[in-house]
T-cell receptor, first 111, second 113 residues
């Protein structure tokens, strides 16, 4: 069945460095790829998303890239800060609304 | 605050019991999604409703059911509860279909003893 693989499951980076989280999807009909951030004990929050007709999207320190041919997309966080520590989820969705989330990446920003 | 509300915040019950979780979407949102998040697990999509109609189904057990009412609030019914059903249950809403731009509620933590 459809699947979204997310790597790594845990990531530790020094404050100020960049972090990259990668996802691959199996359903070629997927056309919408959101990223959610979930802080401890809180609800997931949408931080950035990309649609299949775009290859890259940026929002301040956050960017997402999409390679439709390879069926993978990535989240890039630059100049990481302590408040970036959280669990990040990627997801893939298609027109009939079935959405599949990756298992999450726990990001630790080290002082 | 996302504008999505969920009640109750916490629920403790026994195996074999039945519970109902409630979700009110953001004003104007027609889609409601339900998710299950177990400890250290990702978000498992359960089911989606759009304007009162079931739109998409994920890994929802037969013991679970949901509905969306004319005022667009939604309820998730969990029956014959098992220990493994203990989890955080989130609902999310969006203005349209296609899983776009979902806003999550605070979740209901269900503990089955």
């Amino acid at each position: 069945g459809e699947n979204v693989e997310q790597h790594p499951s845990t990531l530790s980076v020094q404050e100020g460095d960049s972090a990259v989280i990668k996802c691959t999807y199996s359903d070629s009909a997927s056309n919408y790829f959101p990223w959610y951030k979930q802080e401890l004990g809180k609800r997931p929050q949408l931080i950035i998303d990309i649609r299949s007709n775009v290859g890259e999207k940026k929002d301040q320190r956050i960017a997402v890239t999409l390679n439709k041919t390879a069926k993978h997309f990535s989240l890039h966080i630059t100049e990481t800060q302590p408040e970036d520590s959280a669990v990040y989820f990627c997801a893939a969705s298609r027109e009939d609304d079935k959405i599949i989330f990756g298992k999450g990446t726990r990001l630790h920003i080290l002082p | 605050d996302s504008g999505v509300t969920q009640t109750p915040k916490h629920l403790i019950t026994a195996t074999g019991q039945r519970v109902t979780l409630r979700c009110s979407p953001r004003s104007g949102d027609l889609s409601v999604y339900w998710y299950q998040q177990s400890l250290d697990q990702g978000l498992q999509f359960l089911i989606q409703y759009y304007n009162g109609e079931e739109r998409a189904k994920g890994n929802i057990l037969e013991r679970f059911s949901a509905q969306q009412f004319p005022d667009l609030h939604s309820e998730l019914n969990l029956s014959s509860l098992e220990l493994g059903d203990s989890a955080l249950y989130f609902c999310a809403s969006s203005t349209n279909t296609g899983g776009l731009e979902q806003f999550f509620g605070p979740g209901t933590r269900l503990t089955v003893l």
